[in-house]
Antibody, heavy 123, light 109 residues
Framework: QAQLVESGGGVAQPGGSLRLSCEASGFTFTNYGVHWVRQAPGKGLEWVAVISDDGNYKFYADSVKGRFTISRDNSKKTLYLQMNSLRPEDTAVYFC????????????????WGQGTMVAVSS | QSALTQPASVSGSPGQSLTISCTGTTSDIGGHNYVSWYQQHPGKGPQLLIYGVTYRPSGVSIRFSASKSGNTASLTISGLQAEDEADYYCSAHRGTTVLFGGGTRLTVL
């Protein structure tokens, strides 16, 4: 059964950094693009970033461009999100999600989601 | 304010049908067929309901159907059940950016 499990969330100060991880199991991780999507408390979903199956392309939301970096280690079946220069508005539950199609386009539907990890940015 | 516009809330009685709309522009919903819908229950990760405008993934109830006309996508839920009470989100891309609607809270009366 395909599964994604996020970790690494916690409390950070404004201007600080955190690195999130997302471990995949139950599917061939190397064949799919993967995304980060966040949800602020009581708010809707906001797409954050995507990385292709081979890591050759990465796209970001304007709100995180230049501060966040998405990466993956296919040998470890793990997706990462390095978050620098954190702001209070980055406070959210961060989900990782898998693209639906084999070697799919960056804007593919997301068919497997993790349970999320909470990031709180506060002084 | 989200780039894709959904009603904040809808409600219906068990057994009824209802439709949730999602309005975008010619640069997103109106420009391609990569439109998706997701269901999210409180405290859980979202679940894919619809992809490619009208397609249901394996395991999703046939009570969920969807369509698109111009810049507006629609999700229809027929034979409402208590378990359908959740938040629903549409999604589409604009260029290399993935957009979500603001979400619609469905209440089963």
């Amino acid at each position: 059964q395909a599964q994604l499990v996020e970790s690494g969330g916690g409390v950070a100060q404004p201007g600080g950094s955190l690195r999130l991880s997302c471990e995949a199991s139950g599917f061939t991780f190397t064949n799919y693009g993967v995304h980060w999507v966040r949800q602020a408390p009581g708010k809707g979903l906001e797409w954050v970033a995507v990385i292709s199956d081979d890591g050759n392309y990465k796209f970001y939301a304007d709100s995180v461009k230049g501060r966040f970096t998405i990466s993956r280690d296919n040998s470890k079946k793990t997706l990462y999100l390095q978050m620098n220069s954190l702001r209070p508005e980055d406070t959210a539950v961060y989900f990782c999600a898998k693209g639906r199609s084999l070697f799919g386009v960056p804007w593919d539907s997301l068919d497997i989601w993790g349970q999320g990890t909470m990031v709180a940015v506060s002084s | 304010q989200s780039a894709l516009t959904q009603p904040a809330s809808v409600s219906g009685s068990p057994g009824q049908s209802l439709t949730i709309s999602c309005t975008g522009t010619t640069s997103d919903i109106g420009g391609h067929n990569y439109v998706s819908w997701y269901q999210q229950h409180p405290g859980k990760g979202p679940q894919l309901l619809i992809y490619g405008v009208t397609y249901r993934p394996s395991g999703v109830s046939i009570r969920f159907s969807a369509s698109k006309s111009g810049n507006t996508a629609s999700l229809t839920i027929s034979g409402l059940q208590a378990e359908d009470e959740a938040d629903y989100y549409c999604s589409a891309h604009r260029g290399t950016t993935v957009l979500f609607g603001g979400g619609t809270r469905l209440t089963v009366l």
